[in-house]
C-alpha cells in the first residue's frame, strides 16, 4: 500500500514508519524539514507547512493514497483543507487526536468513554492564564474531529480519529519520563504539586503503532471514533515505585502546594504526570470492536526506563533547574520538616 505520514517522525511516526517499511509499503512522510529524520533514504519527504493550504496543496500534487496518518493536525481549518485536498484521493485516513477534547467539557467524570463527548464546553480561560492554551488545543483538536466527521457524513470521507492520552515510551522526545528516571538516580527528593492528584493512565507508544498497523491493515473503523489507552489505572506514587523497583532505587515524593511550585516556576518540569490536563481514558471500546490489546504497564515501564539507563539520551529542559528545585527543598520544606514533631 502507498501510505502517507503526516508529521511526527520524530516518536509514532518514526516507529510506524520503519514497521511499514519492513511489512513491504511504500512509504511517504510530509512535514516541514525542519527537524531531521532517521529514515532510510527510501523514504519520499514531502516538504510544506501544513498550515499554509497553498504548500500543502503543492506538495502534494496530484497523488493519492491507500492510507494516510496525520499525527499534526491541531486545528479545525487544517482539518478542513485536509479533507478539501483529499477527497477522493485517500482509503483510509487516521487522525491522532487527544483525550483533551474530554478535559475541555463540563461535567464528565472520569475515565472518559468516547460516549461523553457531546455536551457543554468550558468557557475560554483568560488568554493569559494558566491553562488558557491547554484549553486552546482541546478545544481545536474538537475543532477538528468535528470537520472529519462532517466530511463523512457529507462526502463518505474514510477517517478513522484515534484519541490518545499521555504517551510514554523509548523516543519521546519531550523527556517527561526520563526526567523521573534522573530524579530517581540523583537521589534527592521528587517534588509534586499536593493538587491536582490525578491517577495516571497513560499509553505504550509501542501499542499506538500496533493500533495504527491493524487499522491500516485491516481497514477497519472508518467513520468511528476510539480511545486508545493502558489497561492499567495507577497512582502517580504507585507509577514512580514502580520505575523506582525497576532500577532498584527507593523515591522520596514530596508533595508541595503547587502555587509555591508555580512561584518558583518548577512546575510543570518538576512532575509533568502531575497536571490538570492529562486525560484517563476508558479503551473498552477500541477491545472490544477492535480487538485490541494492550502491553502490560510493568512490562512496558522495565522496557522504556532500561532503554533509557542503556542509551542515555540528551538532559531534558525540564532536568536543567534541578538544582534550584534540591535548594528550594532545603531551603524552604526541609526547613518546615525539621520543626515538625
Aim: charged content about 25%; overall charge negative; some cysteine.
Amino acid at each position: 500500500m502507498k501510505i502517507l505520514i503526516i508529521g511526527g517522525t520524530r516518536n509514532i511516526g518514526h516507529l510506524l514508519a520503519l514497521e511499514l517499511l519492513q511489512r513491504g509499503h511504500t512509504v511517504s512522510i510530509l512535514n516541514r524539514g525542519r527537524t531531521r529524520d532517521d529514515l532510510p533514504e527510501g523514504v519520499e519527504r514531502l516538504r510544506a507547512d501544513r498550515t499554509q493550504p497553498d504548500q500543502l496543496a503543492a506538495a502534494l500534487g496530484s497523488r493519492s493514497f491507500d492510507v494516510v496518518v496525520d499525527n499534526a493536525m491541531y486545528k479545525g481549518e487544517e482539518a478542513e483543507t485536509i479533507t478539501r485536498l483529499l477527497k477522493g484521493r485517500v482509503g483510509h485516513y487516521l487522525f491522532l487526536s487527544t483525550g483533551q477534547v474530554y478535559l475541555v467539557r463540563e461535567g464528565v467524570e472520569r475515565p472518559f468513554k468516547e460516549s461523553m463527548y457531546e455536551g457543554r464546553l468550558m468557557p475560554a480561560p483568560k488568554p493569559e492564564t494558566y491553562g488558557y492554551e491547554e484549553w486552546l488545543y482541546g478545544i481545536e483538536k474538537r475543532n477538528a474531529e468535528n470537520h472529519l466527521i462532517a466530511a463523512h457524513e457529507r462526502d463518505q470521507f474514510p477517517f478513522t480519529t484515534l484519541r490518545l492520552p499521555m504517551v510514554t515510551g523509548e523516543r519521546d522526545h519531550f523527556g517527561r519520563l526520563y526526567g523521573y528516571i534522573l530524579r530517581l538516580k540523583d537521589g534527592g527528593p521528587i517534588l509534586v504539586p499536593s493538587t491536582p492528584n490525578y491517577p495516571l493512565r497513560h499509553v505504550y507508544s509501542g501499542d499506538v503503532v500496533r493500533v495504527l498497523l491493524h487499522l491500516i491493515e485491516s481497514g477497519a473503523g472508518k467513520g468511528k471514533v476510539y480511545n486508545i489507552s493502558q489497561d492499567e489505572t495507577v497512582t502517580l506514587d504507585e507509577f514512580l515505585e514502580l520505575i523506582g523497583s525497576i532500577m532498584d532505587v527507593s523515591p522520596q515524593i514530596v508533595r508541595v502546594r503547587r502555587d509555591m511550585l508555580e512561584a518558583n516556576g518548577f512546575v510543570p518540569d518538576c512532575s509533568p504526570f502531575s497536571e490538570r490536563w492529562m486525560s484517563e481514558l476508558d479503551n473498552t471500546l477500541s477491545k472490544t470492536e477492535l480487538g485490541i490489546t494492550y502491553t502490560p504497564l510493568r512490562e512496558y515501564l522495565t522496557r522504556t526506563v532500561n532503554h533509557y539507563l542503556d542509551n542515555p539520551p540528551p538532559t531534558p529542559l525540564g532536568y536543567v533547574r534541578r538544582p534550584a528545585e534540591l535548594n528550594f527543598y532545603t531551603q524552604v520544606i526541609g526547613q518546615v520538616e525539621q520543626l515538625e514533631p
